[in-house]
Nanobody
Framework: QVQLVESGGGLVQPGGSLRLSCTAS?????MNWYRQAPGKERELVAT????????YYADFVKGRFTISRDNAKNTVYLQMNSLKPEDTAVYYC????????WGQGTQVTVSS
């Protein structure tokens, strides 16, 4: 069993920044951030490996978002810069250990 707890969402103006955090109850392998906007399917935003720290980014966030992790704290971060209104969504932390585990989600709203 793994519990994932996200934090750091909120309301920000276009062009602003937010940092999301996801703390796991135990060490995990690859960690992912997904997002889901109203009326849309959940989509993968970024991935980070447990060892070596290799990363993957969806094209729509490349150059703006950075995923990182602190294995000592079992925490993964998503630094989001140059936010756009289309980034508005609920952001979910995810990992897979035998089965999928999801956090409760944190709302990010980009609006002036």
């Amino acid at each position: 069993q793994v519990q994932l707890v996200e934090s750091g969402g909120g309301l920000v103006q276009p062009g602003g920044s937010l940092r999301l955090s996801c703390t796991a109850s135990r060490f995990t392998l690859s960690m992912n951030w997904y997002r889901q906007a109203p009326g849309k399917e959940r989509e993968l935003v970024a991935t980070i490996a447990s060892i070596g720290g290799s990363t993957y980014y969806a094209d729509f966030v490349k150059g703006r978002f950075t995923i990182s992790r602190d294995n000592a704290k079992n925490t993964v971060y998503l630094q989001m810069n140059s936010l756009k209104p289309e980034d508005t969504a609920v952001y979910y932390c995810h990992t897979n250990i035998v089965r999928d585990y999801w956090g409760q989600g944190t709302q990010v709203t980009v609006s002036s």
